[in-house]
């Protein structure tokens, strides 16, 4: 064998039984021929409230969308950004609200890789809905890919279950977040992993099994400090959690606990409702949810205006209003007259005075 090819043998060989350790190996650089570069990354982010005011009008008017001013990080930014509501959406045979986030055309660059989160804000400024990109995305003008958000961002239903527009108002932080480079000769492409960035802790979702553990607490007698009594049967409940959500209740046990100071176990006798009337407005106050009103929502009704529970009222109140018919328009007009449901009483009159007109319309 030629002995160039034996010596290359060997040397690999050595290399192999005692490879070079990477300190060892930095050690045989020429610093005189070494090149240094650096690549900066630069954070953005912008923290916008949105407050829409009569926000039930947009529905009546048939209103396409609301977009908020032009949004920057600074007065120097290069990227501009907007958001956009559409109010009157139909995704999957319901109504719901769409929501998008834009890269505006006033921006001077053209692409830019950013993440979002929209939240709506209820009156004691707390998060009570959440939305976040699942991943980054990457927004470019010119493009349909310029926006990103979603074609069904709240059912319409979730407003009055879920107590998200207070007063008519819609309160909504959005929440935009982006990255720049800037480098020394060097360029990279800037990649960010799809696992969902963690929020800045002002803008952190409460986690949404929040109702669920509220329920578990309804169904535990352990620590009740209130017994409702109905037909023989007991529920407990918890003071500071019905005083939270009544007005009722908390004037009550305001009462009651000042007579000698001390907190005591309270029984409350509502004989006058039924069983499934009770778990049901428990239910409400404990998580806000309700389901399946049907048969239970005059009944409710009453429940929930003798108590100061608005939200379950204006829902059992909508509820009759789509059940109305002209089997029921009369019995639903005297219920309404008798309780005060102002809007049913409307919705009775309107219904009534368009089937006469129909009979009139008929004999002409």
């Known amino acids: 064998m030629h002995p160039f090819y034996i010596t290359w043998i060997l040397l690999f060989a050595s290399v192999c039984i005692n490879p070079i350790e990477p300190s060892k190996l930095a050690l045989n650089i020429d610093s005189g021929n070494l090149t240094r570069s650096q690549t900066h990354w630069q954070t953005h982010e912008i923290k916008h409230i949105w407050t829409i005011n009569q926000f039930s009008l947009h529905e009546e008017l048939n209103t396409s969308k609301i977009l908020t001013p032009k949004l920057r990080a600074s007065t120097t930014d290069k990227y501009e950004w907007y958001a956009e509501i559409k109010p009157n959406e139909i995704y999957n045979g319901g109504k719901t609200i769409a929501l998008w986030i834009y890269l505006s055309e006033g921006s001077t660059v053209t692409e830019v890789l950013a993440m979002n989160n929209v939240s709506i804000i209820n009156h004691r400024?707390?998060?009570?809905?959440?939305?976040?990109?699942?991943v980054s995305r990457n927004f470019k003008l010119g493009t349909e890919a310029r926006g990103w958000g979603w074609k069904s961002f709240c059912p319409k239903d979730d407003f009055f279950r879920n107590q998200l527009l207070q007063n008519d108002t819609l309160i909504l932080f959005i929440y935009i977040k982006w990255i720049t480079e800037s480098s020394n000769n060097l360029s990279h492409q800037l990649e960010i992993s799809s696992a969902s960035p963690t929020p800045t802790p002002d803008?952190?979702?409460?986690?949404?099994?929040?109702s669920e553990d509220f329920e578990s607490l309804l169904e535990d007698p352990k620590c009740a400090d209130v017994i409702f009594t109905t037909n023989g049967s007991n529920y407990p409940a918890h003071k500071y959690i019905l005083a939270a959500r009544s007005p009722f209740f908390a004037a009550m046990f305001r009462r009651k606990d000042s007579k000698d100071g001390k907190l005591r176990k309270i029984r409350i006798n509502v004989t006058h409702m039924d069983e499934e009337v009770l778990r049901a407005m428990l239910r409400y106050i404990y998580t806000g949810k309700y389901e399946n009103l049907?048969?239970?929502?005059?009944?409710?009704?009453?429940?929930?205006?003798?108590?100061?529970?608005?939200?379950?009222?204006?829902?059992?109140?909508?509820?009759?209003c789509e059940t109305l018919t002209a089997e029921n328009a009369d019995d639903m007009f005297v219920f309404a007259k008798k309780h005060h449901a102002n809007e049913l009483k409307s919705k009775v009159i309107e219904f009534l005075?368009?089937?006469?007109?129909?009979k009139l319309n008929k004999t002409d």
């Open 125 to 134: 400024k707390e998060v009570s809905f959440y939305k976040q990109t699942p």
């Open 203 to 210: 803008t952190t979702a409460i986690k949404c099994d929040l």
């Open 294 to 320: 049907g048969k239970l929502a005059d009944k409710l009704f009453v429940a929930a205006a003798k108590y100061g529970l608005e939200g379950l009222k204006k829902i059992c109140e909508r509820t009759l």
């Open 353 to 358: 005075w368009s089937r006469s007109a129909q």
